[in-house]
């Protein structure tokens, strides 16, 4: 089992920057993805990016070039650079390992324009 814990959303400008982290605990799995989706208001939880164990990313293309993530052994994070209000929405932690998915409880970012 393992668990997340996401920390770091908040109320932002447009135009402005806002970082998300969230860790991971208990039984992890050395290969594994870590990532962030969303949910916008009214709309299905996205993915936003993904880094796997071994550094590999992948972004959504709505974020590339503003967003970056990077993790270490326990630990994703999100950097948000040049939000827009269309970014607002519950951002969630994501990590699987072979069958093992887990979630984080969500945290809200919402970008003001």
């Known amino acids: 089992q393992v668990q997340l814990v996401e920390s770091g959303g908040g109320l932002v400008q447009a135009g402005g920057s806002h970082g998300l982290s969230c860790v991971a605990s208990g039984s992890l799995l050395t290969i594994n993805i870590m990532g962030w989706y969303r949910q916008p208001p009214g709309k299905q939880r996205e993915l936003v990016a993904a880094i796997t164990s071994g550094g590999i990313t992948d972004y959504a293309d709505s974020v590339k070039g503003r967003f970056t993530i990077s993790r270490d052994k326990t630990t994703v994070y999100l950097q948000m650079n040049s939000l827009k209000p269309e970014d607002t929405a519950v951002y969630y932690c994501?990590?699987?390992?072979?069958?093992?998915?887990?979630w984080g409880q969500g945290t809200q970012v919402t970008v003001s324009s």
């Open positions: 994501n990590f699987r390992a072979g069958l093992q998915i887990s």
